[in-house]
């Protein structure tokens, strides 16, 4: 059991690392998965004036689109408890940039984000906008986690934006750090859309748990240590 399973437990909307690592986490309310984050927000001390922070923003981008508003409070849970299967990662930043990651969305129209298939290289530069766009809404009130959702994207097989942002964080160790929960985000929002979007990446029919897993690992070999932490955490 993990330090967060141990502290929270006894919450109420208490979620478990074996529900949110396993199929029964994506067929839950988003209520139930809010009320989690809310209870992890607490948790982690995150402050006040930063929960109201984030849960205005998140509001924001419930109010532009609700399907990237459910992904976003998924992927933060998620990445906050990838974090917590590491030695020496804090969770509160992962949570932070999870939730928050996909904030430069509320720049792409609504048709734009809701398109399945069809699109063409303006579309692909578009949606690609999201993350500097992002980065910029909120660097202000989140530095550390800003400079892990600008990097989310960077672990793509074409990885983007080209050019990161010149940080205020110049020590290369932080930099290095940032780099791991960027990877960390990036695996948690990699596994959301698998579990949870029908755009027909990978094929018309429903894809099996085993179909899924191989899909997890083979586009994020790197990280294959992690996924075998997660999959056993689920079991």
């Keep these: 059991m993990t330090m967060t399973e141990n502290l929270y437990q006894d919450s109420e909307g208490y979620i478990s690392n074996k529900q949110v690592f396993s199929e029964s986490f994506f067929e839950l309310q988003i209520e139930d998965i809010l009320g989690a984050v809310n209870q992890e927000m607490k948790l982690l001390n995150i402050s006040e004036d930063k929960q109201l922070k984030i849960k205005e923003l ?13 992904h976003s409070i998924r992927v933060g849970l998620l ?31 609504n048709h734009l984000l809701n398109k399945k ?22 660097v202000s009130h989140f530095l550390f986690s800003a400079e892990i959702v600008v990097r989310h994207h960077q672990f793509n097989a074409k990885p983007y ?12 160790k932080t930099i290095n750090k940032i780099n791991t ?30 179909e899924k897993k191989g899909i ?16 056993e955490q689920g079991k």
């Design 161 to 172: 934006p080209e050019e990161i942002p010149q940080s205020e964080i110049h020590s290369k």
């Design 216 to 231: 997890l690992i083979r586009e994020n070999y790197d990280m294959i240590e992690m996924i075998a932490k997660m999959d």
């Design 58 to 70: 998140l509001e924001e981008i419930h109010k532009h689109n609700v399907e990237t508003y459910m």
């Design 181 to 210: 929960y960027s990877r960390i985000v990036a695996l948690a929002d990699f596994y959301d859309a698998l579990n949870t979007r029908n755009d027909g990446k990978y094929g018309d029919k429903e894809l099996s748990n085993e």
């Design 117 to 138: 298939k069809g699109f063409n290289e303006k579309d692909y530069k578009n949606v690609q906008n999201h993350v500097l766009e992002g980065y910029k809404a909120i």
């Design 79 to 109: 990445a906050s408890r990838i974090g917590s299967l590491a030695q020496g990662l804090e969770q509160k930043p992962l949570l932070q940039a999870g939730l928050l990651h996909d904030y430069g969305k509320t720049t792409i129209s």
